[in-house]
Antibody, heavy 119, light 105 residues
């Protein structure tokens, strides 16, 4: 069974940094691209980043480009999202997700980790 | 590519045929998926590549469309289908629509 478990969320002040983690199991972690997707409270979904299986290709939404960095450690089955210069509008539930038949359409999602940016 | 979903809120009765719409600002070339999100849960993939049913999803869900216009249809609404539905394109970047909240009448 595919499982994705996020961690690292919390309450931080504007301008600060935070690093999220997502541990995958039940699949060959090193063979699959992975996404980060977020959802602000009572709002819709926002795709924010994708990393290919070998870390050669990384893509970002304009809203986070230059502030967030997606990375992975295949030896630890772990996906990361390093977030810098956090703003109040970054407050959201952050999900990691794995593609299914197509890498581009996430089929498996974690339960999410909540990031709150507030002074 | 921006995605516009309509309606934003839909009320229907059990057994109704329900149709949700998603319109792209550009051609999506059938790289369109649909997600269901129930309150307090992570989204669930229903349909990918416009009309391919994800494993384990009931056959009452179906997708169609082409170009810029896509549709999710629930052939006979069940109580457990109450949720918010999001379309998602992956033809040019990756973008979600704003969602349609489906409730029981």
């Amino acid at each position: 069974e595919v499982q994705l478990v996020e961690s690292g969320g919390g309450l931080v002040k504007p301008g600060s940094s935070l690093k999220l983690s997502c541990v995958g199991s039940g699949f060959t972690f090193s063979s699959h691209g992975l996404h980060w997707i977020r959802q602000a409270p009572k709002k819709g979904l926002e795709w924010i980043a994708l990393i290919y299986y070998d870390s050669r290709n990384k893509y970002y939404a304009d809203s986070v480009k230059g502030r967030f960095t997606i990375s992975r450690d295949n030896s630890k089955n772990t996906l990361y999202l390093e977030m810098n210069s956090l703003r109040s509008e970054d407050t959201a539930m952050y999900y990691c997700a794995k593609g299914g038949v197509t890498i581009a359409a996430p089929a498996y999602w974690g339960q999410g980790t909540l990031v709150t940016v507030s002074s | 590519i921006q995605l516009t979903q309509s309606p934003s809120l839909l009320s229907a009765s059990v057994g109704d045929r329900v149709t949700l719409s998603c319109k792209g600002s550009q051609n999506i070339n059938n790289y369109l998926a649909w997600y269901q999100q129930k309150l307090g849960e992570a989204p669930k993939l229903l349909i990918y590549n416009t009309n391919s049913l994800q494993t384990g999803i009931p056959s009452r869900f179906s997708g169609s469309g082409s170009g810029t216009d896509y549709t999710l249809t629930i052939s006979s609404l069940q109580p457990e289908d109450v949720a918010t539905y999001f379309c998602y394109q992956y033809n040019n970047g990756w973008t979600f629509g704003g969602g349609t909240k489906l409730e029981l009448k």
